[in-house]
C-alpha cells in the first residue's frame, strides 16, 4: 500500500492537487477496510480483496483504458491519519450500465457510476491520458 506521506508528496508537487492512485498502490498490503466506503463496512459490503479483485477484472478489460482510485479530500487534512479513497475513476468506453453489471455495484453497496470525477477534474494531479471514445466515471463508495 502507498504511504501516506508519498500521497502528500505526490500532490504537493502536484500544485497541491489529489493525485489518482492506481490499484496496486491503494491495495496491496492494505488492511483498513475503513479506507474506502466505511459506512458500508461491516453491513454487506465485500471486503477490501474482492473489491481490488473486481477492479483488476475490469480493469483488464480491452474496452477499459485505466481504473484510478480517487483520494477523499479529508486525507490531505494535518491532522488526518491513514489513507482514504472517495471514490472509483473508471474511464472506459462502456456504458455506465455495462460497468454498473460488471463490478455488481449492488452488492458493493455502491451507487452506480456517473461521468466525470468526483471532484472537478482540475482538482487532479496525475491524470492519465483519456483516450478517444473514453469516458471518466466514478463509483463512489467502492
Request: proline letters at 8%; charged letters at 25%; hydrophobic letters at 35%.
Amino acid at each position: 500500500m502507498i504511504a501516506r506521506d508519498e500521497i502528500l508528496a505526490r500532490s504537493a508537487a502536484g500544485d497541491d492537487r489529489y493525485p489518482l492512485l492506481t490499484i496496486d498502490e491503494f491495495f496491496d498490503g492494505n488492511d483498513d477496510e475503513q479506507s474506502i466506503a466505511p459506512n458500508q463496512y461491516g453491513y454487506g459490503r465485500p471486503d477490501l480483496a474482492e473489491i481490488a479483485g473486481r477492479l483488476e477484472i475490469l480493469a483488464a478489460d480491452p474496452a477499459v483504458a485505466w481504473v484510478r482510485i480517487q483520494p477523499h479530500e479529508e486525507m490531505f487534512e494535518p491532522d488526518y491519519v491513514g489513507i482514504a479513497a472517495e471514490s472509483v475513476a473508471i474511464c472506459s468506453s462502456m456504458s455506465n450500465e455495462d460497468i454498473d453489471a460488471r463490478l455488481d455495484v449492488h452488492s458493493l453497496m455502491a451507487e452506480g457510476v456517473f461521468e466525470g470525477f468526483s471532484y472537478a477534474e482540475e482538482d487532479y494531479c496525475e491524470v492519465p491520458e483519456i483516450p478517444k471514445g473514453y469516458t471518466p466515471s466514478p463509483s463512489p463508495g467502492p
